[in-house]
């Protein structure tokens, strides 16, 4: 028994010298002493990892956390830890027991937009522009604005929001409100919900009354319906209603159509047919 009991003894003093004498973990010995290899790999999140400022454990700061299943590009190795890339672009150092490698690199992430906060410009003496709190785009014009009724409208004028420029809630404030734009000439044809008839847009925002499918089709093609937007019965006070288009020879489409800007569109006042 005395035999046995030190023999155990002797093993277990064996074991303590061996822990004593081996190196320590990589997450607990010294930092910075290994060199530095680039990688370009793909690694997923096996375990939630924080994501270092450096790849050491003692005195480094905790960027963020990673959540398990998080796609990541490894980007360097050092003794014991990976340098990652998130798919937002944030870098930092993680222990290599935190990952598994393999699998495509992630796609970065699209870059947010920016705030509307951050796109306000000063008023303009003219152009499109918007407030911050309303979506509403309008025609700013001597000192005036007028609102598009609807993105139809403004499509028939533009192919895109490029051009809008961003104002404060204050600035908007101050410049009057005088109207509605109407639809480009020549470009859309219009109907009233309540209303069958079908109406080609006028110079100055004329609807005319178009008598029959024939001359719809000679003017605006076989699919001249695909062209046909319903206007609210409220907007029908935004234009004027002048003579029926009987034939393709009482409108003249391509002349029309030759109004590129709305500001050229702005009824003048005592305008009359």
Known sequence: ???SLLARAAAAASVAGLLLTAAPPVFAGDCFADPVYDRSDGA??????????????????????????????IIAETDGWYKVRTTAGLEGWVGQWLLSVGGETPAPAAPMPPSIESMIRPLPAT????????????????????????????????????????????????????GN????????????????????????????????????????GDAWATLVDDILDISFGNYLEGSDIVSASDFDRTAESAVA????????AGFSL
């Open 1 to 3: 028994m005395r035999t």
């Open 44 to 73: 997923t999140v096996t375990t939630g990892a924080r994501v270092r400022d450096v790849a050491c454990m003692e005195g480094s700061v905790v960027k963020t956390t990673l959540t398990v299943g998080t796609r990541v590009t």
């Open 127 to 178: 152009g499109l522009i918007r407030g911050v709190s309303t979506h509403a785009v309008y025609l700013l014009q001597n000192g005036k604005r007028w609102a598009f009724p609807s993105e139809r409208v403004f499509k028939s004028w533009y192919v895109d929001f490029s051009a809008v420029v961003v104002i404060s809630d204050a600035d908007l404030a101050t410049v009057p409100l005088a």
């Open 181 to 220: 734009v109407t639809y480009r000439p020549g470009i859309r044809l219009v109907k009233l919900q309540t209303d069958a008839r079908v109406f080609a847009v006028s110079h100055y925002g004329v609807l005319r009354h178009i008598a029959s499918e024939v001359a719809a089709r000679d003017l605006y």
């Open 261 to 268: 800007e709305p500001t050229d569109n702005i009824r003048p």
